[in-house]
């Protein structure tokens, strides 16, 4: 026995690999790659008589020259030498000769810097045929397309072979626990078929050991282990590799509370995991040998192929269902252009993808939920705990509530779910729902009761005692994500992004189209406001020319002045409208504009213009602006024209102009006490050529807010106004420092 002592809180690490024993029926010996011996088993002059007793240290000639083959002397350094030349022992495992008349089988396998000669007997108690048997079973084996008739073939082709009591297939869960789903025995044991094993009854690394030893044989849970001795200083020796590697004494006792004499197993592989174990129990010592065990390991292989090409096929056919409705909305995705409603708006959604009861698609702030799913509170509840809790692009639990206690209130909805994170910046999310199966477990014996207190007082996971079926009733817990399920998910969720990119590039697309198409209009009003400059230069002047000739009369003097007055305001309007796609056309000059000044001269102008006596004109703090000295003054000529203009009703007009600046933005005001603008149409005062109700006896022509809107635009700020008809208007202009 190892000095490594089991208890409650190291047994899932006991170091099974490297026990410091073997079973007794064979005996070992381990030599370096100088071919001298650096451990023996205790018993190995047991088999070899007292000559054997000072091994360790001495080199493979003098073990030769004990063993003395009749044929070769010194067969073993031959097997060596080939076995290391072809990189393998595959071909001379197992070497059979004889010690004293009785045949052994010598089995060499490589351990990092050793070698393990494993001597065991060369006589199975089975005495058949094996590889016969086995060619003819897979045959039968095979014949049945139905996974559980060929579990059951195997079972029962395997009893033939080995003649054990009891054979079964013992198919392991992801949680680590086991379930018989295949058994063939003796008529008067009791069935076991149906029962389940608690995870701790094959511990994970003993999981680990089977992948890598596919048949494993432990001979007579009744014989003692044989200790492996060495020189002093001797790392302990790996035996994951070794076939009579001793047993771990916990699972000794197991086998024993079960009455098993001889247990032998071979390990079944789904895509190099452990699917399951054929597992063999004997009540009776019944040895198996190497060659017999090789013949058992090949129709565990066969049976793992034709598992997994089972499991292949039938994900095939639930891939094609999900796959199919995948496509369709990939299309959908491609054809509509709100990413929600492509995936939840037809008959095939979201919901179509996995065997789901319910889901949810949470997307730009909305939930959209189809079939049956928690409603809007517990949805709310169940996203921050997503939030706080899943980092994983794709996350799936069949026990929700066990992870989320608050879960369980709607554990009938959704015990299962699987998510699909789209953006977790942008809380953006799949859900899908399974509710609870409750399953009916039985278990053999309680799992809870493996703890047992020791004579000394030890807390031990014991080797059960009880095999008692025990029935347990396992609630909130949904059926499990299929892998296609999660892999439906996972494509979904790349759709989805596709989409997301391919919308995001029509956008901006279609955004450099948008601005290829207004400097083009900005162009052509351009050229068309200039084109018009010139015949309407030459209408104007023969206008003026034909109002001197006094044989027209009266009438046609008046209409004559009328076609010149029109023509005059056309050509203000042009000049306007020539102002506004100049702007649209020319770069800011950003500079620092002495803004009173500014103003100054624009309050000069209007002085011109307009009665001083009734015009009063105030100006505040004048700080600084930071922009294009010509818009900006475009901006306060603009606003402050229309102030005085549209404040002409007034007794007195009243503008006050002033700036503030803060930390970011120097925010000007101009407020007059004129007509006003009606709270309506507010939204339209920067539109072209749009001029209120109130103003029409005014003149103007609808541009100059326009320009103004523009150049704000251009330099990144923002404006807007305040107003009631008939008190007065404030604008507010607001550009960045
Ligand atoms: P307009 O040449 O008509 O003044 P604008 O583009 O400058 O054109 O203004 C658009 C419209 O907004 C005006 O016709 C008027 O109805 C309204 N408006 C602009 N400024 C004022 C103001 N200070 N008071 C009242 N209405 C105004």
């Not at 073939?153 to 080995?162: A, F, G, L, Y």
């Amino acid at each position: 026995m190892s000095d490594f002592q089991v208890d409650l809180n190291n047994c899932d690490r006991e170091p099974i690999h490297i026990p410091g024993q073997i079973q007794s029926h064979g005996f070992l010996i381990v030599i370096d790659q100088e071919h001298m011996i650096r451990f023996v088993s205790e018993n190995t002059i047991n088999f070899l008589g007292d000559i054997a007793k000072n091994l360790l240290g001495q080199s493979l000639y003098h073990l030769e020259s004990i063993i003395g083959d009749v044929q070769q002397a010194d067969f073993i350094t031959q097997l060596m030498n080939f076995g290391k030349v072809n990189n393998n022992f595959r071909q001379t495992n197992p070497f059979e000769f004889s010690i004293s008349g009785s045949s052994f089988n010598l089995i060499i396998s490589p351990v990092a810097k050793f070698y393990l000669l494993e001597f065991e007997p060369a006589t199975s108690t089975i005495n058949l045929d094996i590889q016969s048997l086995v060619g003819k079973s897979i045959v039968e084996m095979l014949g049945d397309k139905n996974l559980n008739s060929l579990l059951k073939n195997t079972v029962q082709q395997v009893k033939n072979i080995i003649q054990y009591d009891r054979v079964m297939i013992y198919r392991f869960a992801e949680d680590g626990h086991g379930e018989v789903v295949a058994e063939a025995k003796q008529e008067e044991l009791a069935p076991w078929l149906g029962l389940h094993y608690p995870a701790s009854d094959i511990p994970k690394q003993a999981r680990e050991l089977y992948k890598i030893n596919l048949t494993r044989l432990i001979a007579n849970t009744d014989t003692a282990p044989a200790k492996i001795i060495t020189e002093p200083g001797q790392a302990p020796l790996d035996l994951t590799h070794s076939q009579l590697r001793s047993v771990s004494p916990i699972h000794i006792q197991y086998l024993k509370n079960m009455g098993v004499a001889s247990s032998f197993s071979i390990s079944l592989l789904y895509k190099n995991e452990l699917w399951g174990l054929i597992a063999c129990h004997n009540y009776s010592p019944r040895f198996i040998d190497y060659k017999s065990r090789e013949s058992a390991k090949l129709i565990g292989q066969i049976l793992s192929s034709a598992l997994e090409f089972r499991q292949d096929e039938e994900n095939q056919y639930i891939h094609e269902g999900f796959n199919n409705n995948l496509e369709k909305i990939s299309k959908y995705l491609q054809q509509n252009e709100f990413i929600e409603q492509a995936v939840t708006a037809e008959e095939v959604n979201i919901l179509s993808v996995t065997n789901a009861t319910g889901a949810v698609f949470i997307y730009e702030g909305k939930v959209i939920r189809i079939g049956i799913t928690p409603d809007d509170l517990q949805l709310n509840g169940l996203i921050n705990w997503v939030m706080e809790h899943v980092s994983e692009m794709i996350y799936a639990t069949d026990n929700l509530s066990g992870l989320y206690p608050e879960a369980a209130e709607y554990k009938h909805i959704a015990s299962g779910l699987l998510i699909s994170t789209l953006s977790k910046q942008l809380q953006e999310y799949i859900f899908w729902f399974k509710p609870e199966q409750i399953q009916k477990i039985n278990w053999a014996g309680d799992p809870e009761k493996l703890v047992t207190i020791d004579n000394d007082g030890f807390q031990h996971i014991s080797p059960r005692h009880s095999f008692e079926v025990w029935t347990e009733l396992v609630a909130a817990k949904s059926d499990q994500w299929h892998e296609q399920e999660i892999k439906s998910a996972t494509r979904l969720k790349e759709e989805i992004h596709y989409a997301i990119n391919l919308k995001a590039g029509a956008i901006r697309a279609m955004n450099e189209k948008l601005r290829l198409a207004y400097e083009e209009l900005d162009t052509f009003s351009y050229t068309i406001s200039h084109d018009l400059k010139n015949p309407l230069a030459v209408i104007r002047s023969y206008a003026q020319l034909l109002v001197r000739d006094k044989s027209i009369g009266e009438r046609g003097q008046e209409f004559l002045n009328r076609i010149e007055d029109r023509a005059t305001k056309m050509n203000l309007m042009i000049n306007e409208v020539l102002d506004y796609s100049r702007i649209g056309r020319s770069d800011v000059q950003y500079k620092s504009t002495d803004t009173g000044a500014l103003i100054n001269d624009i309050i000069k102008d209007l002085d011109q213009i307009y009665d001083k006596a009734v015009l009063n004109i105030t100006v505040g703090d004048t700080p600084a602006l930071q922009g294009d000295h010509t818009m900006l003054f475009q901006v306060f000529s603009n606003l402050i024209g229309n102030a005085v203009k549209y404040s002409q009703q007034a007794e007195t007009a009243q503008v006050h102009i002033h700036g503030i600046k803060s930390e970011k933005e120097t925010c000007y005001t101009i407020k007059d006490n004129g007509i006003g603008i009606a709270a309506k149409d507010l939204v339209h005062i920067f539109k072209l050529f749009n001029r209120m109700d109130n103003v029409m006896d005014i003149e103007g022509s609808g541009v100059g807010l326009s320009i103004v809107k523009r150049i704000v635009d251009k330099h990144k700020g923002r404006i807007w106004a305040e107003s009631e008809l008939e008190k007065g208007t404030t604008f507010f202009v607001s550009f960045n420092n």
